[in-house]
Nanobody
Framework: HVQLVESGGGSVQAGGSLRLSCAAS????????FGWFRQAPGKEREGVAA????????YYADSVKGRFTISQDNDKNTLYLQMNNLKLEDTAMYYC????????????????????WGQGTQVTVS
């Protein structure tokens, strides 16, 4: 099992930046896929970014490419999402999630492939 705790959300003006953190504990191993997802009121949960623990390919939703960056600190078992040039449409609850193994490009941003989830952190852009 994997436990995930997000932090770093808040309110920011359009054009501003925030960095989300996700502290992970439990069974974490190199090659496992971790991701950031978001859900706005009345909308389905969508994949934002995903990366393999230990490095490797990173995947981004088209809506955040060039603005968001996913990164990790393996010593701290922490995943980050740096969000720049935030837009009103980025307002959502953001969740960190862990898969049970590697996911290919076609699956890394699909929430149904992630069994472990954090409680979420709210991001509001005004």
């Amino acid at each position: 099992h994997v436990q995930l705790v997000e932090s770093g959300g808040g309110s920011v003006q359009a054009g501003g930046s925030l960095r989300l953190s996700c502290a992970a504990s439990g069974y974490i191993y190199s090659g496992n896929c971790f991701g950031w997802f978001r859900q706005a009121p009345g909308k389905e949960r969508e994949g934002v970014a995903a990366v393999y623990i230990g490095g490797g390919s990173a995947y981004y939703a088209d809506s955040v490419k060039g603005r968001f960056t996913i990164s990790q600190d393996n010593d701290k078992n922490t995943l980050y999402l740096q969000m720049n040039n935030l837009k009103l449409e980025d307002t959502a609850m953001y969740y960190c999630a862990a898969a049970s193994g590697r996911l290919g490009e076609d699956y890394a941003l699909d929430s149904s492939n992630y069994p472990y989830w954090g409680q979420g952190t709210q991001v509001t852009v005004s």
